[in-house]
């Protein structure tokens, strides 16, 4: 099993930043993507970027430019570096990653909110 833990969320005028966290632990060396998500107030849950074991990255139209996934492998660390924020991404953030037996995990969400 894969266990995720993520950090980083909480208030944030628009036009600010902040950074998540997601460290994995557990049987790590089976991940084979991880990606974050978001879920805002009655609307669907949507990806907002991914990264794969080769490091391969894809986002979201509404975060291209703003938000930045990377990883520290000696970690097992997945970041999302996210600037210039706006009260549309105000949402719970959850990271999931993807695995060797095709497995999914997912962590327990953290808060980010995003004042006009």
């Known amino acids: 099993q894969v266990q995720l833990v993520e950090s980083g969320g909480g208030l944030v005028q628009a036009g600010g930043s902040l950074r998540l966290s997601c460290a994995a632990s557990?049987?790590?060396?089976?991940?084979?993507?991880t990606a974050w998500y978001r879920q805002a107030p009655g609307k669907q849950r949507e990806l907002v970027a991914g990264i794969t074991r080769e490091g391969t990255t894809n986002y979201a139209d509404s975060v291209k430019g703003r938000f930045t996934i990377s990883r520290d492998n000696a970690k097992n660390t997945v970041y999302l570096q996210m600037d210039s924020l706006k009260p549309e991404d105000t949402a719970v953030y959850s990271c999931?990653?993807?695995?060797?037996?095709?497995?999914?995990?997912w962590g327990q969400g953290t808060q980010v909110t995003v004042s006009s």
């Open positions: 557990g049987l790590v060396f089976s991940i084979r993507a």
């Open positions: 999931h990653v993807d695995t060797y037996p095709l497995l999914q995990y």
